[in-house]
């Protein structure tokens, strides 16, 4: 039971339709890629914590921006499913590069409209705070789709991508962006009161 696949371990976490850039430059890792390359299939990116964790993200190997003369590469992925490897092979046979045996989770991407605005509501406010400057489109964002960009912590990241459907996933980070956008408001009043120093200062006079 399970799909044979070709494993890359690394100490990030990718998630489904996400862009991931690599700089490919271990001899395991340049063979991996070459293999991808004739085979047309898909590579797991492995999460390593503190040890290889159990679920990974299945990406799809878009591009080979560039090869050097040593034989390194930069390359494009794309991240598709979720899975959880059911064995793992280190190397595989006849290989240098590790593999296993995993299964794909199903995503439930429905999600309330009125979650769906306080979402995009808590994201537009945090990176405002954070002076970070892109569009937000409504209905053309998802979750994942700047999960890198919210603070999270490579433990928290990982808990987002075992979550199963997107409801839970908006509630995990509404709940996230309400502790952090408190604290980075508290720090750019305190920036205001730090630019302030050392300025004339108009002040009321005391009646007393």
Excluded: C, W
Excluded at 2 to 25: D, M, R, S, T
Excluded at 52 to 76: A, C, Q
Excluded at 139 to 161: D, I, Q, R, T, V
Aim: aromatic share 12%.
């Amino acid at each position: 039971m399970g799909q044979k696949l070709p494993l890359f371990p690394l100490k990030l976490v990718a998630f489904p339709g996400e862009q991931l850039n690599l700089h490919i430059f271990e001899p395991r890792y340049k063979q991996l890629i070459k293999d991808i390359e004739t085979s047309k299939g898909t590579f797991g990116i492995a999460v390593y914590l503190d040890k290889l964790m159990p679920f990974g993200t299945e990406v799809e190997l878009e591009e080979v921006s560039k090869v050097y003369d040593d034989g390194r590469m930069d390359i494009k992925t794309r991240g598709k499913r979720v899975f959880e490897m059911l064995s793992f092979e280190n190397p595989m046979i006849d290989k240098l590069y590790a593999g296993g045996k995993v299964v794909f989770y199903d995503n439930d991407p429905r999600v309330g409209k009125n979650q769906y605005s306080e979402f995009i509501f808590y994201l537009k406010e945090l990176f405002r705070l954070m002076e970070f400057q892109t569009e937000i489109v409504p209905l053309h964002l998802n979750s994942f789709s700047f999960a890198h960009k919210l603070g999270l912590s490579l433990p928290e990241e990982y808990e987002l991508l075992l979550m199963t459907n997107e409801s839970e996933r908006i509630r995990f980070l509404v709940r996230h962006m309400m502790k952090i956008i408190p604290i980075l408001k508290d720090i750019e009043s305190a920036k205001k009161k730090i630019q302030m120093n050392g300025h004339f200062k108009n002040l009321d006079p005391l009646d007393f």
